[in-house]
Nanobody, 129 residues
């Protein structure tokens, strides 16, 4: 079965950086759109970023554009999220997720949770002011 394991979370001061990783197994990783979402206490899960299965396009939520960078290493089945210039409002549990569809097409559902069929357990990111 699909397994996604996030790592790299932690506590950092505002303006700092963190790099999250997601190790994937149990799927043909290079053939699936991958994404990062986050969820703060009392809030809905929010789209952060996604990357196409063939590594040629990336997509970002408005709140992280210009600060976060999503990338993937298809040879090592790893998804990453480089987070720079962190803000207190970035505090959340961060989840990686895999598309339900093999070689899925990018469309309006990309930023919705229902698009994704498997999720990691999450990693906590805390940004203090």
């Amino acid at each position: 079965q699909v397994q996604l394991v996030e790592s790299g979370g932690g506590s950092v001061q505002a303006g700092g950086s963190l790099r999250l990783s997601c190790a994937a197994s149990g799927l043909a990783f290079s053939n699936y759109i991958m994404a990062w979402f986050r969820q703060a206490p009392g809030k809905e899960r929010e789209f952060v970023a996604a990357i196409n299965w063939n590594n040629d396009r990336t997509y970002y939520g408005d709140s992280v554009k210009g600060r976060f960078t999503i990338s993937r290493d298809n040879g090592n089945n790893t998804l990453s999220l480089q987070m720079n210039t962190l803000r207190p409002e970035d505090t959340a549990v961060y989840y990686c997720a895999v598309d339900r569809k093999y070689r899925g097409v990018v469309d309006f559902t990309l930023a919705t949770t229902r698009r994704y069929g498997d999720w990691g357990q999450g990693t906590q990111v805390t940004v203090s002011s």
